[in-house]
């Protein structure tokens, strides 16, 4: 990082915001039980696309890992969001700005949600609003999604929200079996898309 550019400790940003129906936020102590229900509930969704989803945590397991990105959060190294509904407050699902280069202003957004709120258009809400969060907020100058090419529906939202398809990069690396997998790059770049 170039003197020019101060310290992302430094950097003042809101934790929380909104969309339509959902609170998007950084993580919570305590967040830990009504997060693992719904990875229960859509372990076997996750599991062909998420390498952290191949075995069932426990509760412990899921609330140590939301108080270390709670921690990365406060770091500003990695910005994990929580999706809540607003009305009902269920955990909806689980996005967030990830791959942080502060230097480029360059973020990547990943995204999962429960299975029962599948198909709702939950995610597709949040990439628009979290994309906005990353301009306005953080002065994005690349925000990317990155997505196995077999993974149809997560490239769909990519689409839905306007990126645009760069490219689909070969053998990349490997799927959560090990196989050599390709790799769907989306992105928005300002100048071009906004």
């Avoid at 996750?46 to 270390?68: C, D, G, S, Y």
């Avoid at 760069?166 to 906004?194: A, Q």
Wanted: charged fraction near 25%; charge should be negative; glycine fraction near 6%.
């Amino acid at each position: 990082m170039s003197t020019a550019n101060p310290d992302p400790i430094l950097l003042d940003f809101p934790e929380s915001f909104e969309s339509e129906r959902l609170i998007i936020r950084a993580p919570l102590w305590h967040d830990g039980a009504a997060v693992n229900e719904a990875i229960r509930e859509s372990i076997d969704e996750l599991r062909p696309w998420m390498p952290w989803a191949q075995n069932t945590p426990a509760i412990e397991e899921t609330e140590a890992n939301l108080r270390h990105a709670r921690a990365q959060f406060i770091g500003r190294k990695d910005l994990r969001l929580l999706l809540v509904h607003k009305e009902t407050g269920q955990f909806v699902g689980s996005s967030g700005l990830h791959q942080i280069d502060w230097q480029t202003h360059k973020f990547e957004i990943g995204y999962w949600v429960r299975t029962s709120c599948q198909q709702q258009g939950y995610i597709t809400e949040a990439v628009h609003a979290i994309t906005d969060f990353a301009i306005r907020e953080l002065s994005a100058n690349r925000i990317q999604i990155r997505c196995d090419a077999h993974n149809l529906r997560s490239a769909k939202v990519a689409e839905r929200c306007g990126f645009t398809l760069e490219g689909i990069l070969r053998n990349e690396t490997c799927d959560v079996n090990g196989s050599l997998r390709n790799t769907m790059i989306f992105s928005k770049v300002r100048g071009v898309e906004y």
